[in-house]
């Protein structure tokens, strides 16, 4: 099972999203996005990508406008995928806008 952090941007994110957002993002994350990330190959589904102008940091779709950012981290326990939430929300989190 990897290990997970999150930037302080994406708690923000998660806070504005709706009860039923969270709950799907979170049961996402669960059931395809951990079996995935653990076997580094992921089901069509969650179009995962890396996001244009930014290497190393990719996206996945966890609802049709549900986004959300994630980059590897260092592992933080030996053999263990460690991931890095950043952003999470609609497609508008690829909008320009204020930090």
């Known amino acids: 099972m990897p290990t997970f952090t999150t930037t302080p941007r994406f708690e ?3 806070k504005k999203l709706a009860d039923a957002q969270r709950e799907r993002f979170q049961r996402v994350v669960r059931d395809a ?3 995935d990330v653990d076997t580094g190959r992921f089901r069509p589904s969650l179009r995962v990508r890396g996001v244009v102008g930014a290497p190393g940091v990719y ?16 592992e933080q ?10 952003r999470v929300g609609t497609h508008a989190i690829f909008d320009p ?3």
Do not use: C, L, S
């Not at 996945?60 to 981290?73: E, I, K, L, N, V």
């Not at 326990?77 to 950043?86: A, D, Q």
């Open 33 to 35: 996005f951990v079996p």
């Open 12 to 14: 923000r994110d998660f």
């Open 59 to 74: 996206e996945m779709t966890w609802a049709p406008d549900g986004r959300a950012t994630w980059q590897y981290g260092d």
């Open 97 to 99: 806008g204020p930090p």
């Open 77 to 86: 326990r030996p053999g263990i995928v460690h991931v890095i939430w950043r």
